[in-house]
């Protein structure tokens, strides 16, 4: 469903932004549960800073609501709400049952499909090309936590080899 530009608007970009920040709080807690290795943190808060770019993308395209830049929400609040309590549900649940690393990746995979329609890209038709042009560089240069994500879980994969067959 899409919206026109108007009073929902806020409403929508805010609960956005939350979604990426509840994302960041998984990942940073997911950093200090994996903190002895140094190549894990590592992944986790990069994963968790690039969450909170994406939020500050939200939140300053909030603040240029009033610019008339944004010619289209592509999302509406239902949508965005449901999403932000299912972020939330994971967090408790991961911090309920601490993942394997396997495990955790899996997950955080899975969220980053799923919440790849979150991308400001995504979510916004802008009123003028060049904020469109402007913002997709933006995001192009913090979008590789998905890659990191697959890579490291194909390491675990691959270094799972199985052993001789009796």
Not at 73 to 95: G, M, N, P, W
Request: proline letters at 2%.
């Amino acid at each position: 469903m899409t919206h026109s530009t108007g009073s929902k608007k806020k409403d929508v970009l805010e609960v956005c932004k939350a979604v990426e920040l509840a994302c960041a709080k998984l990942y940073h807690f997911l950093a200090d549960h994996f903190k002895d290795d140094r190549e894990s943190l590592r992944l986790w808060l990069n994963a968790a800073m690039e969450e909170e770019n994406h939020a500050r993308l939200f939140a300053l395209v909030a603040k240029l609501r009033n610019d008339n830049i944004i010619e289209l929400i592509k999302i509406d609040s239902v949508e965005a709400e449901v999403t932000l309590k299912y972020v939330r549900s994971l967090i408790a649940e991961v911090k309920a049952n601490p993942p394997s690393m396997e495990e955790a990746l899996r997950l955080a995979i899975d969220l980053e499909t799923k919440l790849d329609g979150f991308m400001t890209e995504n979510v916004i038709t802008f009123s003028d090309e060049s904020y469109d042009k402007l913002f997709l560089q933006i995001t192009s240069t913090d979008t590789k936590h998905l890659e990191a994500l697959q890579q490291a879980y194909a390491r675990i994969k691959s270094s799972e080899s199985p052993g001789p067959v009796a």
